[in-house]
């Protein structure tokens, strides 16, 4: 199983209990007077039989408090996620965090910083990447890439999710879009893996047919159900945090009921992956600080529902691989792991949900590693304190280099970069200015060169991936989803001599 | 008074009571059996008559635990700084937090990243932009050491202070070797401005005399003081964290001590900037992850003495540019500094080490600082940001609060919006070309240097105040032997040359 990494301090918090109580009685509130709307007959149904109001009207839900209360209560505070590999399993709750790769739509060059679809090789080798990076816990759904070349967008859900199958080991996860997830569960259902995948509220207060019906899918397959609000504050959310603590949490809650309702003790993890408006463009107003004050409140929302969360989305505003992304990614990620989110996505994004690049999360990797190391604290002991060795060693002219002790502790309280430039100037002008992009680079190509997937798929499971993917393009085809021209230049690509690795 | 910002939250411990009671208890320790070298027969004589255990033959120091609790009782919590414009005053502590720049020998080429002595010009320039940012509280010695043109060594930061003094109405800090704090108070008596006296410690548990003369000055003058720690864990303290705790905070009590001794609830700060040894090449480990522990711990130890601390190790980093690496090394350890209990962030302008600081730098800093002060504001709730009934108003889809007054209210106060970052969406940001947060801190830095004016300038009289005192100076510094005849010659040229004294 990986550990993950176990914060060993009381986490950071920014609201009082008095805050925490105002912001769950607003919550409540809501849901009983406001209702949330579900296009769905059936989630209508569901929650009508269970004792909510239904109007049908408007297809708005209010949901009473002992009901909402009982559903939080139902889902566990910690349970285990399987993945192709055991080794990969993990533990979800609590004080441990750990961190998964942050997509993007497109790769980008990294020198003109133009984004552009991926190859089906890039897909695969990033997919190899990302199964390499030590600090890679999970690798979500449309990751690395939403898809590539040559292949029609209904399809790009189930590719990606073969790539990942193929290419790792680690536990991983599916979306839905025009049913997709049929064939997602069940290809990894073939391999033995458990997923994840998500129920996503179209804010404001309104859930559509499609995640609902994804929802009731993946609770039949018994895998994990993530629950996601996604508002943007100004826009979808009021502008204000509190405000956006509030709907985004009704929406999520209600979500959670449904869940409960299908069946009671699903496993849910609670996402915060919301953003405030940028007022001038209005796209998210990705790297704000105001994300992370809301991510520090949602953790201690849900740390009182005692439901895990996700979140610490580390969307940067910037377009490269450059400062800005750096400060704007590496607060989310600390705030989130200091104030306990469990699942904190990362390694690899760079602007918005727009772009990705493996070399991006070979960098990230360090980032986690050092916040791993953070949430570790410090050990306080006879011999970390070494007050004889201090008194030994006395004043100037004495020093630490060669002692017995220093050899022994160095090791363990330092964390050492993969990727940093820690030269002296003098040593990094003779080397070449590395920096950490070019050491990156130099990495991800040793990577390539020597890591294996474990285990491999049997020679049956690649069948079994092969045959669903089969049905999904026939099916979709057949729906009139897939063009004749995409058709053509998709089995066209499917015919090549690498398949599918390229 | 512009005062910082206000931490509103309690401050993250990564330390049990019991642990911090073990470093106390260390510390008391170390200073009862090894004490300290204190190479300054004045202070030698002060502590012996205090009770302290003194040998003036090899000039060691031995302090009794309850004087030096009663020291620490004597040093304010939380003090006031005057500026020559009032507008600059300074709080440090009770939960305040400001910043102030990091040292950097050179400048550096935006293109090439090679260091070079700036230009007097450029050095100018940093002063101004520092001393135009308004998240800047306080400028530090050396923005960068000196400038070219023919200064001799020991008068360059002489110079450098009559620089800050006539180009910024910002306090500054006296540092102490060499003496030149003898020239440099009276610079600033002459002017009206409380500067820091600068004692340093040097590691292991040795006060060498310039920097124990410094007390004295601080005491004659009634000035504040700033207290720097070094020590290299693995170095010159122990590699284990908490030892390093230990053997910091004995470092830095002598001093505190011999303040307090000459003048009952002297102000005082200390200052970390205790750094990990790189074991490969032996410079400091420079944006390490387990100095921020460090700096963590001793946050939650000075706490309990009631010392204001200063966070140094956010300034340097060990990337040669302005990159991600140097990004995230910046941003991590300056918000777990902050969210600790810093009451000062030493973290504008510097880029690798203490070896090179650039404007550009430093306005991209003043970004980070701004979102971490907008992150120690924390979450307002109240009945308007928790907004309920304009929740139950909007409702679900097709709602939204993009129109609302609230909105309109509200965004500006709850969102944090950075003055050099890239916020545009990729078609914009194509069509603008393509510009980095780099490009927009030259913009801003450009309109800093075209508009801004030091407020008040130095009148006539004070000028020449500042003039006689340089010329003090710089005949003690021939008389002493530190000025060579080269060296005369070369700055003599300078002064004649160089259109005193701007």
Not at chain 1, 390 to 397: A, Q, S
Not at chain 2, 237 to 262: D, F
Request: charged share 25%; proline share 5%; net charge negative.
């Amino acid at each position: 199983m990986l550990k993950g990494f176990v914060r060993n301090f009381k986490p950071l918090e920014i609201l009082n209990e008095q805050q925490i109580e105002e912001i769950h009685t607003g919550t409540l509130y809501v849901l009983r007077e406001t209702g949330v709307r579900f296009e769905s007959e059936r989630a209508l149904k569901l929650f009508e039989k269970n004792g909510c109001q239904v109007d049908r009207n408007n297809n708005r839900v209010r949901f009473p408090e002992g009901l909402v209360e009982e559903c939080l209560r139902r889902c566990p505070s910690r349970f285990r996620v399987k993945a192709r590999n055991p080794n990969n399993d993990m533990i979800w709750g609590g004080n441990t965090t750990y961190f998964q790769a942050l997509s993007g739509m497109q790769t980008v060059d990294l020198d003109t910083w133009k984004p552009r679809t991926p190859t089906r090789k890039e897909y695969y080798d990033a997919v190899t990447v990302l199964d390499a990076l030590e600090n890679v816990h999970v690798i979500p759904w449309y990751t690395p890439w939403f898809g590539f070349e040559n292949i029609p967008s209904v399809m790009a859900m189930p590719e990606g999710l073969a790539a990942r199958l193929r290419n790792s080991s680690k536990f991983t996860c599916e979306n839905y879009s025009m049913g997709c997830e049929v064939f997602n569960i069940q290809m990894a259902q073939a391999v033995g893996a458990e997923l994840r995948s998500s129920m996503a509220a179209s804010p404001p207060l309104t859930f559509y047919n499609d995640a609902v019906e994804n929802a009731f899918r993946v609770i039949e397959a018994g895998f994990v159900l993530l629950l996601t609000s996604g508002s943007v504050y100004g826009g979808t959310s009021p502008a204000t945090i509190a405000g956006s603590l509030i709907s985004g949490n009704a929406e999520i809650i209600a979500g959670i009921v449904l869940a409960q309702l299908i069946k009671p003790g699903t496993r849910i993890i609670a996402q915060d992956f919301s953003f405030p408006q940028n007022m001038r463009s209005g796209s998210p107003a990705f790297g704000a600080i105001e994300i992370s004050l809301h991510q520090a409140g949602f953790n201690q929302m849900w740390r009182k529902y005692g439901i895990p969360t996700d979140g610490g989305v580390c969307y940067p505003s910037s377009k490269m691989i450059d400062y800005q992304a750096a400060y704007e990614k590496a607060i989310i990620a600390l705030v989130g792991a200091l104030t306990g989110t469990n699942t904190i996505w990362i390694q690899g994004a760079l602007y918005g949900e727009l772009a990705f690049h493996p070399v991006q999360a070979i960098i990230d990797d360090d980032v986690v590693g050092m916040i791993g190391r953070f949430l570790e604290g410090i050990d306080v002991s006879d011999e970390t304190l070494a007050i004889d060795l201090i008194n030994e060693v006395g004043p100037i002219p004495g020093h630490y280099l060669t002692k017995a002790h220093t050899r022994e502790w160095w090791k363990k309280e330092q964390f050492i970069p993969k990727v940093a430039d820690r030269l002296t100037y003098p040593e990094w002008l003779k080397t070449g200015k590395k920096s950490c992009i070019d050491y990156a680079k130099e990495r991800m190509d040793e990577m390539l060169a020597t890591h294996k997937v474990d285990p491999p798929l049997t020679a049956s499971q690649e069948e079994d991936i092969e045959r669903i993917l089969k049905e999904a393009r026939e099916h979709y085809r057949k729906k009139g989803l897939i063009s004749d021209k995409e058709w053509e230049i998709y089995t066209k690509a499917l015919r090549s001599p690498n398949y599918p690795y390229a | 008074m512009e005062s910082g910002f206000r931490r509103r939250f309690k401050p993250l411990e990564i330390l049990t009571e019991e642990e911090v009671d073990a470093i106390h208890r260390g510390t008391l320790d170390v200073l009862q059996e090894t004490g300290a070298l204190v190479y300054n027969k004045r202070a030698l004589k002060v502590f012996e008559k205090a009770g302290c255990d003194v040998d003036f033959e090899t000039e060691r120091v031995n302090f009794p635990p309850d004087l030096v609790e009663e020291c620490l009782r004597k040093s304010p919590s939380s003090f006031h700084v005057k500026a020559r414009n009032s507008k600059h005053d300074l709080i440090i502590g009770a939960d305040n937090v400001i910043f102030f720049n990091f040292p950097g020998r050179d400048t550096v080429d935006l293109n090439t990243w090679e260091p070079r002595a700036p230009t007097q010009k450029e050095h100018m320039e940093l002063i101004t932009v520092l001393d135009a940012l308004p998240n800047v509280h306080f400028l530090n010695a050396y923005p960068y050491f000196g400038f070219s043109g023919g200064i001799p060594e020991v008068m360059k930061e002489i110079e450098g202070v009559a620089l800050r003094m006539r180009n910024s109405t910002k306090v500054t800090v006296a540092i102490a070797n060499h003496d030149i704090d003898m020239f440099t108070i009276r610079m600033a008596e002459a002017i009206g401005t409380e500067i820091f006296a600068n004692p340093n410690t040097s590691s292991p548990l040795t006060c060498y005399t310039d920097q124990v003369n410094a007390c004295f000055l601080a005491a004659e003058y009634d000035l504040p003081s700033m207290i720097w720690d070094g020590a290299t864990s693995g170095g010159t303290a122990p590699a284990s964290l908490a030892g390093a705790v230990v053997l910091s905070n004995a470092e830095l009590i002598p001093y505190i001590v011999l303040l307090q001794l000459l003048k009952p609830g002297a102000r005082l700060a200390v200052a970390n900037l205790v750094l990990a040894q790189n074991m490969r090449n032996g410079a400091p480990a420079f944006g390490e992850i387990g100095i921020s522990l460090h700096n963590v711990a001793f946050n939650q130890v000075w706490r309990k003495y009631g010392v204001p601390t200063v966070c140094s190790s956010c300034g340097p980093t060990s990337s040669k540019r302005i990159d991600f690496q140097s990004g995230y090394q910046k941003m991590m350890p300056a918000i777990l500094s902050a969210i600790s209990g810093s009451s000062v962030l030493q973290l504008y302008s510097s880029i690798y080490g203490e070896i090179t600081a650039h404007p550009i730098q430093a306005i991209l800093d003043d970004d980070i600082a701004g979102m971490i002060g907008r992150f120690l504001e924390g979450i307002d709730v109240s009945d308007d940001s928790l907004a309920v009934d304009l929740i139950n108003e909007v409702g679900p889809i097709p709602g939204d609060y993009l129109g609302k007054a609230h909105t309109r209210r509200w965004w500006k106060k709850e969102q944090f919006v950075p003055k050099a970052a890239d916020r545009l969406t990729y078609p914009e940001w194509s069509k603008a070309g393509k510009k980095s947060c780099i490009d927009y801190a030259k913009q801003r830095m450009d309109e800093i240097l075209a508009t801004h004016k030091v407020d008040p300038p130095l009148t006539a009289s004070q000028e020449k105040d500042i003039e006689r005192i340089l010329k003090e100076a710089r005949e003690y510094y021939r008389n002493k032997g530190l000025i060579t005849d080269k060296e005369w010659e070369a700055y003599k040229k300078y002064l004649k040359e160089s259109g005193r004294p701007y």
